[in-house]
């Protein structure tokens, strides 16, 4: 056993009027000493500069906020700051961040605290500090302010998209481990041969061809038609007069938007008149990418609500009606005063898990008020409701609302047929009809676009409405479970490169075309040919792990690494532990159920699996590699 020493405590990070303390503080990029998750750990102390209130004069001041903390026995100031990280780590975006510990010292109290964004749990930690500050001093703190800076700074992350957080959560639940590729910006989903990355719903496996051929609007649409799907008529055009002469043939009402875009950018539906074609037509070309040729659609605007349907893996899973931003008058109340009011709602705001986003104010909406003979000024009388936008973008406060359980089964039959014809994980098919539950087939029905890389939270947190697990249907077209994205990992608390080279190549005996990764303090193996090798350690067991062809991989981890930066991967199917240490034996922690491990102190070998423990002595003549060599051998071949 290692005894921890720890020297004499000293003010690092405080001000001269601080009651608290905060320093040495550390990422973990996994499992730890600590926390059996990634996690910042930091200590905190008292500073002497300032004497802290009584312990109930801080709960009383964040019960404010956490009323739940009025029932809470806090036994310390380390205690109620850990518990109050925590409760602010989620952010109030239902982050999946619950985990958290506390350990005491003699001058000190460690907190760990899980994190999935190094710097924005940072952040968290301080701001929570200057709360604590502020409550000794009496000073009011504004910690709903500095909570939304923080959700904007998560929103800024790679994990900050709703989608990207949607599909982490879930394969989270699922057990299916997921990391970050930073120099590629992908995710990937499970290890080695069994992995999946993809950004979003795009994933590896899509094919790059179909993708892009639905950004070409014009083609896909003649496409679709040719298939006999119903899709609007429209033209292509590149001048105004163009646009004009479309409109001869066609006739108004059109909608009008570029061939390459998204999020609404540049779209006007139910244009009526010239003047507004030519607006509206000056809008899409302002859209238009710079690299980008001047290509605008112009097609039959067809009346009715904006639904999404959503397909994974070729089949219907959900449906979303999406409807413009719109104020309801109260007689007495402009329509920026009742924006103002909507976006001050506890229902807006703009973050990944929020059902509905603030209103967006710009000259678009400008526009469509006064389309409407109204203004920004207007006082609408009660109960006259208002669309502020023509198009129903969720972005600018649209409101989603759930149609899964309405849609009529000839619908149903349309998307998957739709969908068919893609080499695509997920397929969003935006529709226009009057009623999604009456069938395509009885007309007024228009299939606008079909979009590659769809968002799925609208459906996952619809603000009306029942919520459909879109986020579990994508990951099991890859994973049935969390062990079909994982490959046999071996973890040593300490193995050298001969020891690697011999238990590689006794596996190779039995499994000859397998691909074995290997990685210790010394080296890294690829079979039996060495590799360069990363100053960070868990960056070698990660660049295994996203080998795409690895079979099994063996990885040592000693206390040196553990208490540095922690364990990349969580768990293994065989533990090997030679004289381990306190912090080593964590190693032992975070298993499954079916792992074996072995611990050898001395000439004593003990052996634990499916709850069996047995015990037996090495004789001088026995090494510890032919037990567990033998252990690996029963791990890889079959009963």
Not at 60 to 77: L, N, Q, T
Not at 387 to 415: C, E, Q, Y
Not at 471 to 493: A, E, Q, V
């Amino acid at each position: 056993m290692v005894v921890e020493q720890f020297p004499e405590a000293s003010r690092v990070n405080a001000r001269k009027t601080d009651a608290f303390d905060i320093f040495n503080i550390r990422y973990y990029i996994g499992a730890n000493p600590y926390l059996s998750t990634a996690a910042t750990v930091f200590d905190l102390t008292q500073t002497g500069n300032q004497d802290p209130l009584p312990l109930e004069k801080y709960v009383d001041v964040i019960s404010d906020r956490y009323p739940h903390f009025r029932e809470i026995d806090f036994h310390s100031h380390a205690d109620l700051f850990a518990q109050t990280v925590a409760q602010v780590s989620p952010l109030d975006m239902d982050l999946h961040l619950q985990h958290w510990n506390l350990k005491t010292y003699a001058k000190f109290d460690r907190i760990a605290i899980e994190t999935l964004h190094a710097r924005t749990t940072r952040e968290i930690i301080f701001a929570v500090w200057d709360w604590f500050e502020a409550i000794t001093q009496g000073r009011n703190f504004a910690i709903g302010d500095h909570i939304e800076v923080l959700q904007a700074q998560f929103r800024r992350s790679v994990y900050g998209g709703p989608t990207v957080y949607a599909l982490l959560k879930s394969a989270q639940l699922q057990g299916i481990p997921t990391f970050y590729l930073w120099d590629e910006g992908l995710m990937q989903y499970g290890y080695g041969r069994k992995q999946v990355r993809g950004i979003a719903t795009t994933f590896d496996g899509d094919s790059h061809l179909d993708s892009d051929f639905t950004t070409r609007k014009d083609d896909c649409k003649a496409f679709l038609s040719t298939l006999g799907f119903p899709v609007p008529k429209g033209r292509i055009v590149s001048t105004l007069k163009e646009a004009f002469n479309a409109v001869d043939r066609i006739h108004y009402p059109v909608a009008v938007k570029p061939v390459v875009g998204h999020k609404g950018i540049g779209v006007t539906a139910n244009v009526r008149s010239d003047d507004d074609l030519e607006a509206a037509f000056n809008r899409a070309v302002e859209a238009v990418e710079p690299d980008h040729a001047i290509d605008i659609i112009i097609e039959q605007s067809i009346e009715g609500g904006d639904f999404r349907l959503l397909c994974v893996n070729g089949r219907f899973v959900a449906a979303t009606e999406r409807r413009p931003a719109s104020v309801i008058g109260d007689g007495t109340s402009t329509i920026a005063e009742l924006i103002d009011r909507a976006n001050r709602s506890s229902e807006r705001s703009d973050t990944p898990t929020s059902p509905m986003g603030k209103i967006k104010i710009d000259d678009a909406m400008e526009r469509y008020l006064a389309e409407q003979e109204l203004s920004m000024e207007s006082v609408l009388e009660r109960d006259r409701e208002v669309f502020l936008r023509k198009v129903a973008n969720l972005s600018s406060g649209g409101l989603s609302i759930d149609a899964t359980s309405i849609i009529h089964p000839d619908n149903v039959v349309l998307a998957q047929d739709v969908a068919q014809h893609f080499r695509l994980t997920c397929l969003g098919i935006d529709i226009i009809t009057r009623d999604l539950s009456c069938s395509w087939k009885e007309g007024n029905f228009a299939i606008i676009e079909i979009n590659a890389a769809p968002g799925v939270f609208m459906h996952m947190k619809p603000a009306v409405g029942q919520s459909v697990d879109v986020t579990s249907h994508i990951l099991k077209t890859f994973f049935h479970s969390g062990d079909d994205g994982r490959i046999p990992i071996i973890t040593f608390n300490r193995v050298t490169i001969l020891e690697l080279q011999e238990a590689i190549a006794y596996i190779l005996r039995h499994h000859p075309h397998w691909t074995i990764g290997a990685v210790c303090q010394d080296g890294v193996l690829i079979n039996h040919s060495e590799k360069p090798l990363h100053l960070d350690y868990n960056t070698n067991v990660q660049n295994l792990l996203r080998h795409p062809k690895l079979d099994l991989l063996i990885a040592e981890y000693p206390e040196s690494v553990l208490e540095r930066s922690g364990m990349f991967y969580t768990g293994g199917n065989l533990v090997i532990l030679n004289d381990p240490t306190e912090t080593e034996m964590t190693l032992t922690r975070d298993v499954f159920e079916d792992t074996k491990v072995i611990v050898k102190y001395g000439s004593t070998v003990s052996t634990q699996h499916q709850g069996l423990i047995e015990q037996f002595s090495l004789s001088e003549a026995e090494g510890f590699s032919r037990v567990y060599l033998e252990a690996i051998a029963a791990m890889i071949l079959p009963n």
